[in-house]
T-cell receptor
């Protein structure tokens, strides 16, 4: 019940296309859903995050869509660029908890020029 | 400017030889976390400090210990590294504990075991 399932494992998109990564969870106590971007040899960096009282959040080319009833959320990268090529992790945590992040398995995105 | 600094970036040690990884932060955050990330896997939380309060994850092996001598520094000690401990070790900080607090990660220390 503590798991966050992420798909696809890898994704190849043409420059200018839309990249979509999906995550699903079981624990309805989760109330914070961040996305992290990780480049090779670097630590994860917070990209964008959402709480379940909002169905969508947009920051630049990055949008999180959240479906509370389905217990799913997704990251959309519009106008994907080669510089977006990285590994993306969704995560979830619980307010009343220690802030422990439960990460999805990761998606390796390659954007072809 | 780097805010969470991990040293060294690469560490090689021998099987069974104790090793210490270090993390420092300039953010003055109360919480410091240690994660283990194996190749092509998600980061896995080992433990965290909330100020001086140490919190171990239930499945963290006893082989792993941590020290936080002050707000800025935190150390990960591996007492007797095994081959299975080869991984990237990530330090992260957050201002406070609890959901919604962004975690800021360092660039990690890649540990190899000979």
């Amino acid at each position: 019940q503590q798991q966050v399932k992420q798909s696809p494992q890898s994704l190849i998109v043409q420059k200018g296309g839309i990249s979509i990564i999906n995550c699903a969870y079981e624990n309805t106590a989760f109330d914070y859903f961040p996305w992290y971007q990780q480049f090779p040899g670097k630590g994860p960096a917070l990209l964008i995050a959402i709480r379940p009282d909002v169905s969508e959040k947009k920051e630049g080319r990055f949008t999180i869509s959240f479906n509370k009833s389905a217990k799913q959320f997704s990251l959309h990268i519009m106008d994907s660029q080669p510089g977006d090529s990285a590994t993306y992790f969704c995560a979830a945590s619980i307010s009343s908890n220690t802030g422990k992040l439960i990460f999805g398995q990761g998606t390796t995105l390659q954007v072809k020029p | 400017d780097a805010m969470v600094i991990q040293n060294p970036r690469y560490q090689v040690t021998q099987f069974g030889k104790p090793v210490t990884l270090s993390c420092s932060q300039t953010l003055n955050h109360n919480v410091m976390y240690w994660y283990q990330q194996k190749s092509s896997q998600a980061p896995k939380l080992l433990f965290h400090y909330y100020d001086k309060d140490f919190n171990n994850e239930a499945d963290t092996p006893d082989n792993f210990q941590s020290r936080r001598p002050n707000t800025s520094f935190c150390f990960l000690d591996i007492r007797s590294p095994g081959l299975g401990d080869a991984a990237m070790y990530l330090c992260a900080t957050s201002r406070q504990r609890g959901s919604g607090q962004p975690q800021h990660f360092g660039d990690g220390t890649r540990l190899s075991i000979l």
